[in-house]
């Protein structure tokens, strides 16, 4: 499978992967120039924290092995795939429980700010043929896609 | 090897997927009583008619096809263990060469008045149950619900949702009592007021008498209250469904007692979920499917496989009502000696109870995005000091590590 490595060192916090992530699952059409950063439709599905010295860890999902979202799921909503071994989401599906949320040990997953009625979770950018814009748009390098 | 499973929910549907994994080959059997796989963490969704039963189930198109696992909906009435055999309803005989009983559990209708005999008070556990309490609700205006727990509050929201008027009788001064504190619980309280529905806390249902028709139309609280209503969904606790195991010399108390491998007392035969009476919680049940199925098919641990139920953690649940999030963990009550610590403004209640660094508990409502860190700093008991933050502050940031493959580890 494939997964997203993290040099946190690398990262300077710049939060180009959270607006191409927001860019790349926005609803409306149009360019990064006019995503609204303000509006709670548009989340990302990746963070960028600060530990307690000021430096930056980049909070990607692992699509895990043995993933905990996908353990705690009751409506069957999240699956791991065996094939290409990602973690997918059917929003469809989804039950609302946020049992996920509750579940990550990294605290990757949160429901979606407007409705609650669906989780936010990285998809790996499916819709772009499975080439995450966040690493396409990390300038540093401190994000990368690996054959795992 | 012949696999035999009975049971269809968290546990059992977990199982029989893992076992196909290890062993393709395999037969698995599934004996379950309902046809319909479903998940009931959605039942309020179905009385609510925002699903149908279909619609409930957890399980992929074609599942049972797909894994070759045979199906039977039957009643297991008994097993013999020394002839390797369940006995079903229909008195066909299933052998098997490991056994997992995943049965889950059954409403306990309290022995008060005539609730047991009453054919219009209902448990809320099962599809069956559901649909039971969908047909008759079509003929009702009042329901009464025994039980603001989360299966009460269930059938409350599913059926307010109905147009039918609900009042909850609760025996604890506040609603959710085992999840929520008095802050958390008003919250929804008020949401479910707001949407019509009445409470009576801190009072019990007294008595309950059936009129000629075979139906309780009224019940009387301890306060001296009466409360007329067509029909009853009681949300009182449910207890392991065992009954089937007598003479079977599988060892069985308040649930079936299995060891970390869910192996029960007799060789051969394990159980996982509910029936277990280890957790009621829906990640636990998978869990231990998951590791009885991994031991039934003789795995070895090795690493990234665990055959042990080792993460038992299950003071856990997340509540989602009328668009209200809360997540609770571990204790809810502080202890002389605890420290308390909340933060709170017009959207979000966080609550967090510390000792010597400790998180014991703590409870956040409104907003639960990224909280999954707290789960497992509670139940790896983590000192969260030192870090530079405040408390709500913390994120996997602060315990950031990397392994091999990319993984992410706790560093702490």
Same mark, same amino acid.
């Given at each position: 499978m494939r997964r997203i490595i993290v040099e946190y060192e690398k990262c300077d916090g710049c939060k180009n992967c959270s607006v191409a992530c927001m860019q790349a699952h926005r609803k409306s059409?149009?360019?990064?120039?006019?995503?609204?950063?303000?509006?709670?439709?548009?989340?990302?599905?990746?963070?960028?924290?600060?530990?307690?010295?000021?430096?930056?860890?980049?909070?990607?999902?692992?699509?895990?092995?043995? $993933?905990? *979202? !996908?353990? &705690? =799921?009751?409506? #069957?909503a999240l699956k791991k795939d065996a094939a290409s071994g990602l973690v997918t989401y059917d929003e469809k599906r989804c039950g609302s429980c946020f049992m996920c949320v509750m579940n990550c040990p990294f605290g990757v997953l949160k429901p979606d700010r407007t409705t609650r009625t669906k989780v936010i979770k990285c998809d790996f950018c499916a819709q772009d043929g499975g080439e $995450?814009? *966040? !690493?396409? &748009? =990390?300038?540093? #390098?401190?994000?990368?896609?690996?054959?795992v | 090897m012949m696999h035999v499973i009975i049971g269809g929910g968290a546990a059992g549907i977990t199982a029989a997927r893992e076992i196909r994994g290890w062993q393709p080959d395999a037969q698995i059997v599934m004996i379950c009583s309902d046809e319909q796989v479903h998940s009931r963490c959605m039942l309020h969704k179905y009385l609510s008619h925002e699903r149908t039963a279909e619609e409930l189930d957890f399980t992929e198109?074609?599942?049972?096809?797909?894994?070759?696992?045979?199906?039977?909906?039957?009643?297991?009435?008994?097993?013999?263990?020394?002839?390797?055999?369940?006995?079903?309803?229909?008195?066909?005989?299933?052998?098997?060469?490991?056994?997992?009983?995943?049965?889950?559990?059954?409403?306990?209708?309290?022995?008060?008045?005539?609730?047991?005999?009453?054919?219009?008070?209902?448990?809320?556990?099962?599809?069956?149950?559901?649909?039971?309490?969908?047909?008759?609700?079509?003929?009702?205006?009042?329901?009464?619900?025994?039980?603001a727990g989360l299966v009460g509050l269930d059938a409350a929201y599913g059926l307010q949702e109905r147009g039918k008027k609900v009042t909850v009788v609760e025996m604890a001064p506040r609603i959710l009592p085992v999840q929520l504190d008095e802050h958390g619980a008003t919250a929804y309280q008020e949401l479910f007021e707001r949407a019509g529905v009445s409470f009576r806390l801190w009072c019990s249902v007294q008595n309950a008498v059936c009129g000629a028709d075979n139906r309780i139309h009224s019940v009387e609280l301890d306060s001296g209250e009466t409360i007329s209503c067509d029909m009853i969904v009681v949300a009182a606790g449910v207890r392991p469904s065992v009954g089937f195991l007598?003479?079977?010399?599988?060892?069985?108390?308040?649930?079936?007692?299995?060891?970390?491998?869910?192996?029960?007392?007799?060789?051969?035969?394990?159980?996982?979920?509910d029936v277990t009476g280890l957790s009621g919680i829906w990640p636990n049940a998978m869990k231990q499917g998951k590791m009885a199925a991994r031991n039934m098919c003789g795995v070895k641990p090795m690493p990234g496989v665990d055959t042990e139920y080792a993460d038992t953690f299950a003071d856990k649940n997340t509540i989602n009502f009328f668009g209200l999030v809360t997540l609770c963990l571990?204790?809810?009550?502080?202890?002389?000696?605890?420290?308390?610590?909340?933060?709170?403004?017009?959207?979000?209640?966080?609550?967090?109870?510390?000792?010597?660094?400790?998180?014991?508990?703590?409870?956040?409502?409104?907003?639960?995005?990224?909280?999954?860190?707290?789960?497992?700093?509670?139940?790896?008991?983590?000192?969260?000091?030192?870090k530079g933050k405040k408390l709500f502050q913390l994120t996997f940031a602060d315990y950031f590590?990397?392994?091999?493959r990319g993984k992410y580890v706790w560093n702490v």
């Amino acid at each position: 499978m494939r997964r997203i490595i993290v040099e946190y060192e690398k990262c300077d916090g710049c939060k180009n992967c959270s607006v191409a992530c927001m860019q790349a699952h926005r609803k409306s059409a149009g360019t990064v120039y006019d995503l609204d950063l303000t509006s709670p439709e548009n989340e990302s599905r990746n963070f960028i924290y600060q530990a307690g010295d000021g430096t930056y860890r980049p909070i990607f999902c692992r699509h895990c092995d043995e $993933p905990e *979202c !996908v353990m &705690s =799921c009751m409506s #069957g909503a999240l699956k791991k795939d065996a094939a290409s071994g990602l973690v997918t989401y059917d929003e469809k599906r989804c039950g609302s429980c946020f049992m996920c949320v509750m579940n990550c040990p990294f605290g990757v997953l949160k429901p979606d700010r407007t409705t609650r009625t669906k989780v936010i979770k990285c998809d790996f950018c499916a819709q772009d043929g499975g080439e $995450p814009n *966040c !690493v396409k &748009s =990390c300038p540093k #390098g401190a994000i990368h896609v690996e054959e795992v | 090897m012949m696999h035999v499973i009975i049971g269809g929910g968290a546990a059992g549907i977990t199982a029989a997927r893992e076992i196909r994994g290890w062993q393709p080959d395999a037969q698995i059997v599934m004996i379950c009583s309902d046809e319909q796989v479903h998940s009931r963490c959605m039942l309020h969704k179905y009385l609510s008619h925002e699903r149908t039963a279909e619609e409930l189930d957890f399980t992929e198109k074609g599942f049972f096809e797909k894994n070759q696992i045979v199906q039977i909906c039957d009643r297991v009435v008994s097993v013999d263990t020394a002839d390797k055999e369940v006995c079903l309803a229909s008195d066909r005989k299933i052998a098997y060469d490991r056994l997992l009983i995943a049965t889950g559990a059954e409403s306990v209708i309290p022995p008060v008045g005539d609730l047991r005999k009453a054919e219009n008070v209902f448990g809320l556990r099962h599809l069956s149950d559901a649909q039971k309490i969908d047909k008759m609700a079509e003929d009702a205006e009042e329901i009464l619900v025994i039980g603001a727990g989360l299966v009460g509050l269930d059938a409350a929201y599913g059926l307010q949702e109905r147009g039918k008027k609900v009042t909850v009788v609760e025996m604890a001064p506040r609603i959710l009592p085992v999840q929520l504190d008095e802050h958390g619980a008003t919250a929804y309280q008020e949401l479910f007021e707001r949407a019509g529905v009445s409470f009576r806390l801190w009072c019990s249902v007294q008595n309950a008498v059936c009129g000629a028709d075979n139906r309780i139309h009224s019940v009387e609280l301890d306060s001296g209250e009466t409360i007329s209503c067509d029909m009853i969904v009681v949300a009182a606790g449910v207890r392991p469904s065992v009954g089937f195991l007598e003479g079977s010399g599988i060892k069985a108390e308040r649930g079936i007692e299995v060891n970390s491998r869910m192996e029960t007392s007799v060789k051969d035969v394990y159980a996982a979920g509910d029936v277990t009476g280890l957790s009621g919680i829906w990640p636990n049940a998978m869990k231990q499917g998951k590791m009885a199925a991994r031991n039934m098919c003789g795995v070895k641990p090795m690493p990234g496989v665990d055959t042990e139920y080792a993460d038992t953690f299950a003071d856990k649940n997340t509540i989602n009502f009328f668009g209200l999030v809360t997540l609770c963990l571990g204790a809810l009550q502080p202890e002389e000696g605890d420290e308390v610590q909340v933060q709170e403004d017009m959207h979000i209640y966080r609550r967090a109870i510390l000792r010597d660094g400790k998180v014991r508990g703590i409870l956040l409502q409104g907003d639960i995005s990224n909280s999954g860190i707290w789960q497992y700093i509670i139940k790896n008991q983590i000192d969260v000091r030192g870090k530079g933050k405040k408390l709500f502050q913390l994120t996997f940031a602060d315990y950031f590590g990397t392994g091999e493959r990319g993984k992410y580890v706790w560093n702490v």
